[in-house]
């Protein structure tokens, strides 16, 4: 059973920084690229970034471009991204997944993410 567990999130003034992590099971995480989406507060989800499995290569959404970084611990089977320089825009529910979308779509694959709130 895959299991998806973040944390790090929290309240947050806009300027502020952040570490988010997310601890993987059920599946090889070592091979797997992963990637972090976040919801925002009514409205659907939104793709923040990714890595490969060798966390050679990343890539971001252009919202958070130069403010959040993706790295990975593949010893630890855990995911993380630094969130700096936030704002009002970056409050949301938080979740890693593994790069496979069509894994997005099973029942029960979603950890509980964690909740970002950005706010002075």
């Known amino acids: 059973e895959v299991q998806l567990v973040e944390s790090g999130g929290g309240l947050v003034q806009p300027g502020g920084s952040l570490r988010l992590s997310c601890t993987a099971s059920?599946?090889?995480?070592?091979?797997?690229?992963m990637t972090w989406v976040r919801q925002a507060p009514g409205k659907g989800l939104e793709w923040v970034s990714a890595i490969n499995s060798g966390a050679g290569s990343t890539a971001y959404a252009d919202s958070v471009k130069g403010r959040f970084t993706i790295s990975r611990d593949n010893a630890k089977n855990t995911l993380y991204l630094q969130l700096s320089s936030l704002n009002s825009e970056d409050t949301a529910v938080y979740y890693c997944?593994?790069?496979?979308?069509?894994?997005?779509?099973?029942?029960?694959?979603w950890g509980q993410g964690t909740q970002v709130t950005v706010s002075s």
């Open positions: 997944a593994n790069s496979r979308t069509s894994w997005w779509f099973i029942d029960d694959y």
């Open positions: 059920g599946f090889t995480f070592s091979s797997a690229a």
